[in-house]
Nanobody
Framework: QVQLVESGGGLVQAGGSLRLSCAAS????????MGWLRQAPGKEREFVAA????????YYADSVKGRFTISRDNAKNTVYLQMNSLEPEDTAVYYC??????????????????WGQGTQVTVSS
């Protein structure tokens, strides 16, 4: 089993920044991608960003590309999401998730195998 614990959410004004963290523990797999996904009130859960744990290759939703950066610290078993130039449309619960198959469906929330509890991000104005 993989355990994921998010932190770093909060309330910021439009144009501001937040940094989310996700501490991971548990078993490892032959293929391992970590992702951030979000769900706004009344909307479907959607892909935000993902990273190949070993190679560091990154993937982003068009809506956040150029504003958000995903990264990882292998020694700390932690994945980060740096969010800059935040917009009210970014308001959502943000989830850390792990995909342990082939990484071909990273933009589909249903492809992820393990999930954290989520952390609230609210952008005002």
């Amino acid at each position: 089993q993989v355990q994921l614990v998010e932190s770093g959410g909060g309330l910021v004004q439009a144009g501001g920044s937040l940094r989310l963290s996700c501490a991971a523990s548990g078993r490892t797999f032959s293929r391992y991608f970590m992702g951030w996904l979000r769900q706004a009130p009344g909307k479907e859960r959607e892909f935000v960003a993902a990273i190949n744990w070993s190679s560091g290759s990154t993937y982003y939703a068009d809506s956040v590309k150029g504003r958000f950066t995903i990264s990882r610290d292998n020694a700390k078993n932690t994945v980060y999401l740096q969010m800059n130039s935040l917009e009210p449309e970014d308001t959502a619960v943000y989830y850390c998730a792990a995909e342990v198959n082939n990484g071909r469906r990273l933009r589909d929330p249903h492809a992820y195998d393990y999930w954290g509890q989520g952390t609230q991000v609210t952008v005002s104005s």
